[in-house]
């Protein structure tokens, strides 16, 4: 089942790691959950912890009678008051700007991956201090879903326009955008949106394989078990936000290892027997490049290490806090003066993943250069289970298998 990440892979990578320093995991963790605090969008509750954030998005969808929460800021938008996915303010969950990809789609990817890391390891969440902020973290999404479908055979999936909200640059509070609401009914057919909905709320009630299943098929995208890596050692899948592939292959071998550890079973590959030790060492190989062991020295969380990336692409990031200047930005005014500007965001997203290195483990560090700086939820939900394993290392097993 894991074969596809290991096979030739072990050896180079252990050999790697001890050329490093090791890192904090519970510090990445608690600002890997903070991180989603500053995606927030509504009126915002007094317990928030990004405080350079502002209310926002506290309209959308009125009109339908409609109201609900979400995370902001990232690229695309919500229903009224949840919060944003990428870099944009369009609240839905695409990864492309198209109205058709509707919002909950992403929803589910960040929720997905986030819920089964509280289900497999609240224990060592409980451990850290960290369990209240994940399941808070949670119920801000899981409250969108349930506003979004206000009655029978209707779900809200998206508010906003891609297509105008691409060509602006502004904070969540100042949008100017089309806040169109679009939903799926017996007039807009939409069976796949409904269908990952309702597959994700199965999460709540209990662990199912299909959720291995999900990031299986994410795993293998393009190159079938044929996983690439880069000189330093990444994962690599694909050069926009590579980053989302790696960390969802990485839960499921976390959580797969626990199971033959528990089983006290062996992973069988082509060229013999892998444990599971090896197994979460891989894991620990890609999460350490993450935060820092590369050849570039470089932090790709924003806010862990003293490397980390300056120019996230961003709106909200990149914009001066609303708190500490109020006047309006306009939707070109925003690409004059904040996204053209080469110094650092004026808010430093802590927290945040980007999409990472190239091929050949090349980055740069620029507000434009969206295939690498861009962030997205999905990015960092993987990551609450990894590195609450990770902190409480081999005497953290997951709960699903006790």
Same mark, same amino acid.
């Given at each position: 089942?894991?074969?596809?990440?290991?096979?030739?892979?072990?050896?180079?990578?252990?050999?790697?790691?001890?050329?490093?320093?090791?890192?904090?995991?519970?510090?990445?963790?608690?600002?890997?959950?903070?991180?989603?605090? $500053?995606?927030?969008?509504?009126?915002?509750?007094?317990?928030?912890? *990004?405080?350079?954030?502002?209310?926002?998005?506290? %309209?959308?969808?009125?009109?339908?009678?409609?109201?609900?929460?979400?995370?902001?800021?990232? #690229?695309?938008?919500?229903?009224?008051?949840?919060?944003?996915? /990428?870099?944009?303010?369009?609240?839905?969950?695409?990864?492309?700007?198209?109205?058709?990809?509707?919002?909950?789609?992403?929803?589910?990817?960040?929720?997905?991956?986030?819920?089964?890391? /509280?289900?497999?390891?609240?224990?060592?969440?409980?451990?850290?201090?960290?369990?209240?902020?994940?399941?808070?973290?949670?119920?801000?999404?899981?409250?969108?879903?349930? &506003?979004?479908?206000?009655?029978?055979?209707?779900?809200?999936?998206?508010?906003?326009?891609?297509?105008?909200?691409?060509?602006?640059?502004? #904070?969540?509070?100042?949008?100017?955008?089309?806040?169109?609401?679009?939903?799926?009914?017996?007039?807009?057919?939409?069976?796949?949106?409904?269908?990952?909905?309702?597959? !994700?709320?199965?999460?709540? &009630?209990?662990?199912?394989?299909?959720?291995?299943?999900?990031?299986?098929?994410? $795993?293998?995208? &393009?190159?079938?078990?044929?996983?690439?890596?880069?000189?330093?050692?990444?994962?690599?899948?694909?050069?926009?936000?590579?980053?989302?592939?790696?960390?969802?292959?990485?839960?499921?071998?976390?959580?797969?290892?626990?199971?033959?550890?528990?089983?006290?079973?062996?992973?069988?590959?082509?060229?013999?027997?892998?444990?599971?030790?090896?197994?979460?060492?891989? /894991?620990?190989?890609?999460?350490?490049?993450?935060?820092?062991?590369?050849?570039?020295?470089?932090?790709?969380?924003?806010?862990?290490?003293?490397?980390?990336?300056?120019?996230?692409?961003? #709106?909200?990031?990149?914009?001066?806090?609303?708190?500490?200047?109020?006047?309006?930005?306009?939707?070109?005014? %925003?690409?004059?003066?904040?996204?053209?500007?080469?110094?650092?965001?004026?808010?430093?997203?802590?927290? *945040?993943?980007?999409?990472?290195?190239?091929?050949?483990?090349?980055?740069?560090?620029?507000?434009?250069?969206?295939?690498?700086?861009?962030?997205?939820?999905?990015?960092?939900?993987?990551?609450?289970?990894?590195? !609450? &394993?990770?902190?409480?290392?081999?005497?953290?097993?997951?709960?699903?298998?006790?």
């Amino acid at each position: 089942m894991a074969s596809f990440l290991v096979v030739a892979l072990l050896s180079t990578l252990l050999f790697m790691e001890s050329a490093f320093a090791s890192h904090d995991y519970g510090e990445a963790l608690s600002k890997s959950l903070f991180f989603y605090e $500053a995606q927030r969008s509504r009126k915002l509750p007094n317990t928030q912890r *990004a405080t350079w954030r502002a209310n926002s998005g506290v %309209g959308d969808n009125l009109a339908n009678g409609v109201c609900s929460y979400k995370f902001v800021d990232s #690229r695309f938008s919500e229903l009224i008051a949840n919060g944003c996915n /990428v870099g944009m303010l369009i609240w839905s969950e695409a990864t492309t700007m198209q109205v058709t990809m509707l919002n909950l789609v992403f929803q589910w990817h960040s929720l997905l991956p986030c819920s089964h890391g /509280v289900i497999a390891y609240g224990k060592q969440l409980a451990r850290s201090g960290e369990l209240g902020y994940s399941m808070e973290g949670f119920q801000w999404g899981t409250e969108y879903l349930l &506003k979004a479908h206000p009655e029978p055979n209707v779900l809200y999936g998206q508010v906003g326009d891609g297509i105008s909200g691409h060509y602006c640059w502004q #904070r969540p509070k100042d949008m100017t955008t089309p806040r169109q609401a679009y939903k799926i009914d017996t007039n807009n057919l939409g069976s796949d949106l409904a269908g990952e909905t309702t597959a !994700a709320f199965i999460v709540f &009630k209990d662990s199912n394989p299909a959720y291995s299943n999900d990031l299986l098929s994410n $795993a293998k995208q &393009k190159n079938g078990y044929n996983v690439q890596r880069t000189p330093g050692g990444l994962l690599y899948w694909q050069k926009w936000n590579n980053m989302h592939f790696v960390n969802s292959a990485s839960i499921l071998v976390t959580v797969y290892s626990d199971y033959l550890s528990s089983a006290g079973k062996t992973l069988q590959c082509p060229d013999g027997q892998m444990d599971p030790s090896e197994l979460l060492a891989l /894991v620990k190989s890609q999460v350490d490049y993450l935060l820092g062991n590369n050849p570039r020295a470089t932090s790709y969380m924003v806010g862990y290490g003293s490397n980390y990336l300056s120019q996230v692409h961003h #709106r909200t990031s990149s914009i001066v806090s609303y708190k500490d200047n109020p006047s309006f930005v306009s939707c070109k005014g %925003g690409y004059a003066t904040w996204f053209n500007h080469q110094g650092r965001d004026p808010n430093v997203l802590v927290g *945040a993943i980007v999409g990472g290195p190239d091929r050949n483990d090349n980055f740069a560090d620029e507000r434009d250069n969206y295939e690498q700086t861009e962030l997205a939820t999905y990015n960092n939900a993987p990551m609450v289970g990894i590195l !609450a &394993k990770l902190q409480l290392g081999n005497g953290g097993n997951n709960q699903i298998n006790q």
